[in-house]
């Protein structure tokens, strides 16, 4: 029976043991001083430059012309006045009506009837916009009542000329927007 705790304590202590002597082992010897760095014995040297031949460098001197006579220009002082404002070119007139081009334009075929229809309501399209925009004659606009105003002219000058080419149904949708937008016109004034 002595046996077995002897064993015992023989599984417990070697591992352990084993591991100091590994430990000490990998850590090396304390009283051996790792080696000092030898930087004194290192010295910086300064590069040797020859001696510069005096003789040679008067002899290659470039010959630079004095002009004594010359004399230096004297600085002036200008009057004490502010200088003037610059003012922006006034913008160039914008042609009134741009020159349409003279392209041959699409007109879809209607029937007389419908013709005749979409004739008589821009006529009357443009005959509202025209009393809504007489409104607002001598009234003071404001910029989105006079923007309105612009558009509404644009519109109604553009239905009258495809009235004149014979487009009815561009006639009609022009018209019918200068009609909107002048009934826009007379709820805000």
């Known amino acids: 029976m002595t046996t077995r705790p002897l064993r015992r304590e023989l599984e417990f202590r070697l591992p352990l043991a084993l591991l100091c002597a590994s430990a000490l082992s990998t850590a090396g010897c304390f009283t051996r001083k790792p080696p000092a760095s030898h930087l004194a014995a290192i010295h910086l040297g300064a590069p040797v430059v020859p001696a510069p031949n005096v003789e040679q460098l008067s002899a290659n001197a470039p010959d630079i012309p004095s002009d004594e006579s010359r004399a230096f220009p ?24 741009p020159e349409k081009s003279k392209e041959p334009t699409i007109v ?82």
């Open 74 to 97: 004297q600085l002036t002082f200008g009057r004490n006045a502010p200088p003037r404002p610059r003012v922006a070119p006034a913008p160039a007139p914008e042609p009134a009506h």
């Open 108 to 189: 879809p075929e209607v029937t007389t009837e419908e013709m005749l229809a979409a004739k008589n309501e821009s006529e009357q399209s443009l005959t509202i916009a025209e009393r809504n925009l007489s409104q607002s004659a001598g009234k003071s606009l404001n910029a989105v009542q006079q923007d309105l105003v612009s558009k509404i002219r644009g519109f109604s000058d553009s239905a009258r000329e495809a009235m004149k080419s014979g487009d009815w149904a561009r006639a009609k949708t022009l018209s019918k927007k200068a009609e909107v937008l002048s009934t826009q016109l007379a709820s805000s004034l």
